[in-house]
């Protein structure tokens, strides 16, 4: 119960995005909308892999510089951060070359040193940076609370290690200037700081000053009268008070009933005066009284209450809505017979009545929307980035993977998952993590830790490179910032790409990465692309037991093939071969280098080399698309021209997109559906045509091989952000996504040996095939020979066999190129040798 | 809470009706009525009639010049919230306009609060008394030249100022939930004054009071700041304000103590985040009596008033040993305590973000530096012959004026901090242990011998240039930090 109460100044879990990491925020304000719902104002904190990198390695600097424990440290510190001249200092003591090889030994946080290599991996997990940054988020996505403390120097990170939810902070992080700062003041030195002690008096010397000149007395306890006598005395003094009021015409006016003259007559101010009274009397109650009933009438004290009429009241409290408690312009406009001090002592007198009573009720609520704290339930929703495990949730939700296929479809046992952090191969959940195409897992208590603490528990692995990669994709901006003079370049591994401006890449990261978050929308992609095996993939589909068996994947082309079981494979195999453990090293670091178009490269080689500026050679040059020999037949005309030059599309929800917005609540905007075109001869093979036509009906998703389903062909791309979005609304891969390469060959125009990608405008129409009985029966008539032929070249018809053969043919050769599509670098699968 | 009959003192209390009228304006969370509730609560808990009673004066110019510097009084005493355009700059100069605004009566409620605290010093130089009580004061935040945090006059200062004619060494503690950055700086290179101050620490008003900010020159290791984090409650607080404030009065061995009761750190405090019930925070005010040296209670910070006054009115009846009753008495203000009209208040569900092991570790390095300390008790007095004068002393005193150190001087008390300590201190440890604090529940010595005993502070004092440290040399030396 306590634990989902969140109040203000609690340090939270934030998720605003499913697959990254949690965002720590501290609950500023708790505000009600006129919706219901509850927003919180929260300040940032940032982790360490939210900064730019030369402000970590400044925040390192600076850890350094605080650590107790290092000689280098102690040594800035004595004379940066305790003496008065700072920084010339620090300057100096950073130019002794020995400090600054010593600096250059630890660039870690303080206090690592005890630390074993992961627990100073994990440490850096824990550091956050604090910033004025504040924003606004809905509390329901709020994910458990946390602490956030300042880090002092007798702790050991250790600590901080051994308490989950616990975050230290040491800088304070500007997100809008980058900069870091250290959130601390100075107490400065110097005799403009500094007091002159006085000195301790001299003999003989005395205080010069008399106690008279300091102070007045006004009561002593060393007086002869009991607790009880001056009790009475109070008594009769309120007595005279009261006897007051009743002769006083004013007063009686105002206080009608004898009760409420006596009431007014015990208020504290007749108190006071009575112990003043006793005091000045020399504590004689008979003075005392003597002096309370003087000639000129029994003594009458009213403090501000009393003596203002109902109508300077009135005033008040109208002055005091117009104004609020600006009391000079109070006074100035509505009382000015007042003075501040009595407008002052009215005012918190006037708190103690009826009338402001209703008020503050008036105020509470108006104020009601915001809110000391919030019960927010614990979030039991399966994170979209949840894999469905293989046999155990087969009801519908049986994912279409290798590792994960049910027995039915008679493939062999599911391949263990292998977490890509702790390399458990057991857990009862797993998680999808990293790059889509990579396919990393994390188990169940590694994905956890990534939620909370925005990396994986062990570094160097699979590398914190890729979570880096993820990061970058997922965020634009970081990447500029690292590299603003550059062009921006895409961080996936064996990608590469260069874009001049941001917005391409981030474009280019959400289509052909499938990385563009819900936030961004997946674009209808229908880039075609083609894929020719290098040497590593060739060698790794050799060595990789995992992979050994190309008909299964060229047969299930959708199915993701696990990476890291091929990396183990292959680093197994290689041992002990120098070579090959090199090769297999190129190949898991990303073996596609970014070495720009060939004809760049042959231009810088030639500088390289001393020719002057050579021109790019015309046969390294791609051939313009105007000069690319025009198909007879345009299948797919170029639809019209928008004002701004932009070619006018209809939007195609793929398949995934229609799933993935039936389990959004949300209603999806209506969707237009297109006609879907038959390639192939389907049409003409009846039967499979027939139950490839229906489009509209959501497939069943656990037999999914056996139905029929919409003729869609996404692209590699498309079918990358299909499985994002499947895996991110938690739904299995729909069975009917494979890709399918036999649109136009003249859109094929890569060559050399990189994946190259035609925009998603110029390709042509997604297309799907599946195979009925009748398809497969008719392939089965073809011969070995015949279907490898036919998987070569996909659009060319097939010769000999009949309708049914030929709509056969034509469904495993989509299969088989599909399966080039499916497969992700770095380590290519295709199974045309 | 039964006080045992012994700790009856004597107790002076310094207010002024008017001071509840200074309004800070519109929406300043600081609100000089509090001061006036707890007068009221005082009178009608009957703690009123038990105390001496003092209206201050209001001090002049010439006593707030003592610390500050006089172009800054000046300021203060000429601007006015209709003349404010004419002082656009100096308003700058002195960080006077935002937290700290011109406000009507402004000079006056400085005047009101820094001449309660010298009179009450004043009063307790002269033995007058044993505990004095100026909630108006303690304004910790003040500079030497600059307003800060709501604080225009440093009244605490100015009162130690006046302790030290009479205390060789006075202790400073500070209970506000901020640091006493504005007294710590004040005194920050003297051993004459040792500060303590346990506040939020991180992300925090005023930023200073790190635990690696301990003096400097003379001073150092005589700043002793305890960094806290949000949600300190009552027992956290016992745990180590109890550790620490007995080192402190071990090994400083202070004559005088004042303490400032900033009630900000109570638990709902409108600007504040620790945890502190009433009883909690009085706790501190008890233990701080308990030693029985002369001693000074100041207000502070306070933002929630209602709970502020309950505060000072627990703390008063501490102070005078007098146990009240938890129902509250009526009074002009009797509604502000609803819904329960209680003098004691329950802590919030808050987390205490204080693990015991942080405070732990707090406290550990915080001994470490006070075993640094020279170490008094032992130490002989020691004649030394005229010609014995360093002159090397004569000039380090002039130099420690100048606001920056050359860099020979600084190295030296980089390297040597035992060599530089503060001559005076050793060289009056036979005296010292007659009147300063040596161990807990130790009656103070009667009036009269300590009377006497004035006359012998003046003497050493006369030679104090002359008692160089020769006999303490050896004996703190062990302590000299490794890095020195
Ligand atoms: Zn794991
Ligand atoms: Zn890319
Ligand atoms: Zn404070």
């Not at chain 1, 039991?380 to 949730?393: D, I, M, V």
């Amino acid at each position: 119960m306590a634990a989902n109460m969140y109040r203000v100044g609690d340090c939270v879990y934030f998720e605003t995005s499913s697959t990254s990491p949690y965002q720590i925020r501290r609950i500023e304000e708790l505000n009600k909308t006129a919706s219901g719902n509850v927003e919180a104002k929260v300040m940032c904190f940032y982790r360490r892999r939210d900064l730019p990198n030369p402000l970590i390695q400044l925040a390192d600097k600076h850890q350094l510089a605080q650590s107790e424990d290092s000689p280098v440290a102690m040594k800035l510190k004595k004379i940066c951060l305790k003496t008065p001249i700072g920084e010339e200092q620090a300057a100096q003591a950073v130019l002794d070359p020995a400090l600054v090889a010593m600096e250059e030994e630890s660039t870690e946080l303080p206090g690592t040193d005890g630390l074993a290599p992961k627990q100073r991996h994990q440490a850096k997990h824990r550091e956050l940076f604090l910033s004025r940054h504040v924003e606004t988020l809905p509390a329901t996505h709020i994910r458990g609370k946390c602490t956030v403390t300042l880090l002092n120097e007798t702790e050991s990170l250790l600590s901080y290690l051994n308490k989950d939810d616990a975050f230290f902070y040491c800088l304070v992080f500007d997100p809008s200037q980058k900069t870091l700062l250290a959130d601390k003041g100075e107490i400065r030195v110097g005799s403009r700081y500094q007091t002159e002690v006085t000195n301790l008096l001299k003999e003989g010397e005395e205080e010069p000053r008399n106690s008279e000149d300091l102070e007045t007395l006004v009561w002593t306890p060393e007086h002869g009268l009991t607790d009880r006598q001056i009790d009475q005395f109070l008594v009769v003094s309120r007595s005279v008070g009261t006897f007051a009021r009743a002769l006083d015409c004013s007063s009686s006016v105002k206080q009608p009933s004898l009760h409420m003259s006596a009431a007014a007559a015990s208020r504290d101010i007749t108190l006071f005066h009575a112990m003043d009274t006793l005091h000045k009397s020399g504590y004689s109650i008979e003075a005392a009284l003597s002096s309370l009933v003087p000639a000129s009438g029994p003594v009458l004290c009213r403090d501000e209450m009393e003596e203002w009429s109902a109508s300077e009241a009135n005033l008040f409290e109208e002055a005091l809505d117009k104004y609020g408690k600006d009391f000079a312009d109070i006074r100035q406009d509505f009382l000015p017979w007042k003075t501040l001090k009595n407008l002052v002592e009215y005012y918190y007198m006037w708190k103690t009545t009826d009338r402001y009573v209703q008020q503050k009720r008036v105020k509470a609520v108006e104020a009601e929307s915001k809110l000391k704290q919030v019960y927010i339930p614990n979030y039991n929703k399966p994170n979209p980035a949840l894999l469905a495990s293989g046999a155990g949730c087969a009801g519908g939700k049986a994912a279409v993977l290798n590792g994960g296929t049910n027995a039915t479809n008679g493939t062999p046992a599911p391949l263990p998952h292998l977490c890509a952090s702790c390399q458990v191969t057991n857990s009862n959940q797993w998680y999808a993590w990293g790059p889509q195409h990579l396919q990393y897992r994390l188990c169940g208590s590694c994905w956890q830790y990534w939620k909370k603490y925005g990396g994986l528990k062990t570094a160097g692995v699979f590398g914190e490179s890729e979570a880096e990669a993820v990061k970058g994709a997922r965020d634009g901006d970081e990447t500029a910032l690292s590299a603003s003079h550059r062009p921006h370049r895409c961080t996936v591994l064996n990608c590469a790409k260069e874009f001049k401006l941001r917005a391409h890449l981030a474009r280019h990261v959400a289509t052909a990465h499938g990385a563009g978050e819900g936030a961004r929308p997946v674009m209808k992609t229908r880039a075609a692309f083609y894929l020719r095996a290098s040497p590593f993939t060739r060698l790794a589909r050799r060595l990789a037991r995992a992979l050994r068996r190309p008909r299964h994947y060229a047969r299930n082309p959708f199915a993701p093939i696990n990476l890291h079981q091929v990396k183990h494979d292959c680093t197994l195999a290689m041992a002990g071969a120098g070579a090959g453990a090199g090769a297999a090293g190129a190949g898991s670091a990303g073996a596609a280098r970014a070495r720009g178009p060939v004809g760049a490269v042959a231009a810088r080689l030639a500088a390289a080399h001393g020719s002057a500026a050579p021109r790019a050679q015309d046969w390294l040059a791609l051939t313009p698309r105007d000069r690319m020999p025009a198909p007879h037949h345009v299948a797919f005309p170029k639809p019209p021209k928008a004002p701004d030059g932009s070619l006018m599309y209809e939007r195609v929800a793929s398949r995934a997109e229609i799933e993935a917005r039936r389990n959004e609540p949300a209603p999806a905007p209506p969707l237009k559906r297109r006609a879907y075109d038959d390639f192939n001869g389907l049409d003409s093979a009846g039967a499979g045509a027939g139950a490839g036509r229906e489009a509209g009906a959501p497939p069943p998703a656990k037999r999914p091989n056996k139905h029929p389903a919409p003729m869609q062909r996404p692209s590699r791309e498309q079918y990358a952000a299909m499985c994002a979005r499947a895996q991110a609304t938690g739904q299995p891969l729909p069975a009917h996504v494979f890709t399918h390469v036999n649109g136009k060959p003249t859109n094929l125009t890569g060559r050399g040996g990189r994946r190259h990608v035609i925009s998603w405008m110029d390709a042509p129409d997604d297309l799907y095939f599946r195979a009925t009985d009748i398809a497969k029966a008719g392939r089965r008539t073809l011969s070995s020979g015949e279907l490898r032929r036919g998987a070569r070249a996909p659009w060319r018809p097939m010769r000999g066999a009949g309708g049914a053969a030929g709509g056969a043919a034509g469904g495993a050769l989509p299969a088989a190129a599909g399966k080039a599509a499916a497969g992700a670098p770095p380590l290519q699968l295709v199974i045309l040798d | 809470m039964a006080m045992q009959p012994h700790s009856k003192k004597r107790v002076c209390y310094y207010y002024d009706s008017d001071i509840g009228n200074y309004y800070y304006g519109q929406g300043h969370p600081m609100k000089p009525h509090r001061i006036r509730m707890t007068h009221n609560l005082l009178l009608n808990y009957g703690l009123y009639r038990k105390m001496e009673i003092y209206r201050p004066h209001k001090a002049t110019a010439d006593e707030m010049t003592k610390f500050h510097s006089d172009d800054y009084i000046r300021f203060l005493r000429s601007i006015r919230p209709d003349n404010m355009t004419e002082y656009n700059k100096q308003m700058q100069r002195f960080n006077v306009g935002e937290d700290c605004p011109v406000f009507d009566g402004l000079y006056e409620f400085c005047q009101l609060s820094a001449g309660g605290s010298v009179a009450a010093a004043v009063k307790l130089n002269k033995q007058a008394s044993e505990i004095c009580i100026n909630w108006g004061g303690g304004l910790h935040h003040a500079k030497k030249s600059e307003a800060s945090g709501f604080c225009y006059v440093n009244d605490i200062v100015l009162g130690i100022l006046e302790l030290l004619k009479y205390h060789q060494r006075v202790l400073y503690i500070d209970i506000d939930v901020h640091h006493g950055d504005g007294v710590e700086e004040a005194f920050y290179t003297t051993d004459r004054v040792m500060t303590v101050s346990f506040h939020k620490y991180g992300e925090y008003f005023p930023g200073t009071g790190d635990l690696r900010d301990i003096g400097a020159g003379k001073g150092k290791y005589y700043a002793v700041n305890i960094p806290l984090r949000d949600g300190m409650d009552d027992e956290s607080y016992e745990s180590i304000f109890v550790p620490i404030i007995s080192k402190v009065m071990e090994t400083f061995q202070p004559s005088a103590v004042v303490l400032q009761c900033g009630a900000d750190s109570l638990t709902g405090d409108r600007l504040g985040c620790f945890n502190l019930t009433v009883r909690g925070h009085g706790r501190c005010v008890e233990l701080v009596k308990r030693f029985g040296l002369p001693f000074l209670l100041v207000g502070g910070g306070g933002y929630t008033i209602r709970n502020v006054s309950r505060c000072w009115t627990y703390e008063t009846s501490v102070a005078l040993g007098v146990e009240i009753a938890n129902e509250l008495p009526y009074n002009d203000y009797f509604e502000y305590f609803g819904p329960d009209f209680k003098l004691h208040i329950s802590p919030s569900n808050m987390s205490n973000q204080n693990t015991p092991e942080y405070l732990e570790k707090i406290k550990n390095r915080l001994f470490e530096n006070l075993r640094m300390l020279p170490h008094a008790p032992g130490v002989q007095v020691q004649a030394i012959p005229e010609d014995a004068v360093n002159d090397e002393s004569e000039d380090e005193d002039k130099i420690d004026k100048d606001e920056r150190l050359p860099q020979s001087e600084k190295d030296k008390r980089i390297t040597g901090e035992g060599e530089l300590s503060d001559s005076e201190d050793e060289g009056e440890g036979a005296r010292r242990d007659n009147r300063s604090y040596r161990a807990p529940q130790r009656k103070r010595p009667r009036l009269d011998k300590d009377l006497a005993q004035h006359k012998d502070d003046a003497n050493s004092e006369d030679t104090k240039d002359d008692v160089k440290s020769v006999s303490n040399m050896e004996e703190p030396k062990k302590d000299v930090p490794p890095n020195a």
